[in-house]
């Protein structure tokens, strides 16, 4: 029977039916057809270009075998990297994108039965990091361009001179800490008792009036002449004086100790606003912090239950360990909000200044939404932080 004419209805039909994917067991890959059903792949077998083509493969059925192979997985492999990069994704995900094309090389014709064992021979070759999980089969292409891995060495390298500048000025600052702590240590003074070595010799006062600053207290003092009944007045007199320099050199001492105290809070707040503006990012999830589940997509036997985080995926996903039944979801950071633990128990900073360190809390400001914690780990151990919002600290899951 011919070929319909175009145009008539017969013809515009059978397009439509060989417009989409057919199915794989009336594929033939080396006359490149597809048939639509059981009977029309039955007769294809048995037609004279079929047999022709099967003597050829006959002949050599390693080189035919190896370059389909080579075209699929050269194939699949371009599509990873084109549309994921390098990211962890799902293997048959990444399938079903590359058979959509209606002329794709079938996997039928090539040395692997089944997605599972390309997957794995992709990862005994070294192509790709694969992972199998209770989802299935996970590919992540491992990228072996000489720009893309100068790229991620100088990524690498600006990270790491980034981190050392950092922990330099974390050092400089705590220097500064602690030799303002050491300028402001009150200084020891004694006191002895005055001894007059001979009681024969006179007692000298040599009062100089004219350094004095207040001059209405020095003619009010100093009015009546310093005749031998009038010891006990010059004496009383020259202790006030003295008096007042010592207050003098308080004052100056405690105005002194206030510009220091002043200057370095100028610095720590300096510092504390650079720290900020770095370590302040639109993503928290972190490993061993405890999450609620605020979403209600879910229903009502996941919201609101706590659980915690086992894995962190692309920064904004996390796989949560739920408490109660144990099971493990994947989950947007949208759908997840800190849990803040009592007074004393240990949380994890995870945004902000503070960034990854460890803490204790320390007070809890309901009214303003914030807390005050005490830094336990690194080299700003022991300092207390105060203001820091709810969503900046979560609890730290401490294994039973």
């Known amino acids: ?10 013809y515009i039909a059978n397009k439509i039916k060989a417009k989409g994917l057919q199915k794989l067991r009336w594929y033939c890959q080396m006359c490149q057809k597809q048939c639509r059903d059981e009977n029309g792949f039955k007769c294809h077998m048995m037609s004279e270009s079929h047999q022709r083509q099967l003597l050829l493969f006959a002949d050599n059925a390693d080189k035919y075998i190896d ?25 048959n995900r990444v399938y079903q994108d590359y058979i959509s094309e209606r002329h794709h090389l ?5 040395q692997w039965e089944t997605l599972t064992d390309f997957v794995k021979w992709l990862g005994r070759e070294g192509k790709c990091v694969v992972d199998e999980t209770e989802k299935g089969w996970y590919v992540q292409y491992i990228d072996r361009d000489p720009e893309t891995i100068a790229l991620q060495e100088a990524m690498m390298k ?49 009062l100089n009036l004219i350094n004095l600053k207040k001059k209405d ?15 006990a007045g010059s004496e009383q007199s020259k202790k006030r004086s003295l008096n007042d320099t010592a207050s003098e050199s308080e004052k100056k001492k405690v105005m002194k100790e206030k510009a220091k105290a002043s200057a370095l809070d100028a610095i720590i707040n300096e510092e504390e606003a650079k720290k900020e503006k770095l370590n302040r990012k639109d993503y928290w999830l972190t490993e061993d912090i405890v999450v609620k589940i605020i979403t209600k997509s879910l229903g009502d036997k996941y919201y609101k239950k706590k659980g915690v985080i086992v894995e962190v995926i692309d920064k904004y996903v996390a796989v949560v360990s739920v408490f109660e039944t144990g099971h ?22 995870v945004n902000g200044a503070y960034r990854g360190c460890e803490a204790v809390l320390k007070h809890l400001d309901e009214k303003n939404f914030c807390v005050s914690v005490e830094v336990a780990s690194g080299p700003l151990k022991g300092r207390i932080v105060e203001g820091v919002q709810y969503e900046d600290i979560s609890k730290i899951h401490v294994p039973s």
């Not at 029977?1 to 017969?10: D, I, S």
């Not at 493990?328 to 900073?349: C, F, S, Y």
């Open 217 to 231: 207290d020095v003619k009010t003092e100093f009015k009546m002449p310093l005749l031998p009944g009038n010891i």
């Open 158 to 206: 600006k990270e790491k001179m980034d981190k050392d500048d950092q922990e330099k000025m974390m050092e400089f600052l705590q220097k500064q800490i602690e030799r303002g702590r050491d300028c402001s240590k009150p200084v020891s003074s004694t006191y002895t008792e005055f001894v007059r070595q001979n009681e024969e010799e006179k007692l000298k006062l040599n």
């Open 67 to 91: 370059e389909f192979s080579k075209e699929f997985c050269d194939g699949y492999l371009e599509l990873l990297k084109r549309q994921f990069g390098t990211k962890r994704v799902h293997a």
């Open 328 to 349: 493990k979801l994947k989950l947007d950071q949208a759908h997840l909000e800190t849990v803040i633990p009592a007074v004393g128990r240990k949380v994890k900073v």
């Open 106 to 110: 079938h996997m039928n014709s090539t």
């Open 1 to 10: 029977m011919g070929k319909h004419e175009v145009g008539t209805p017969k």
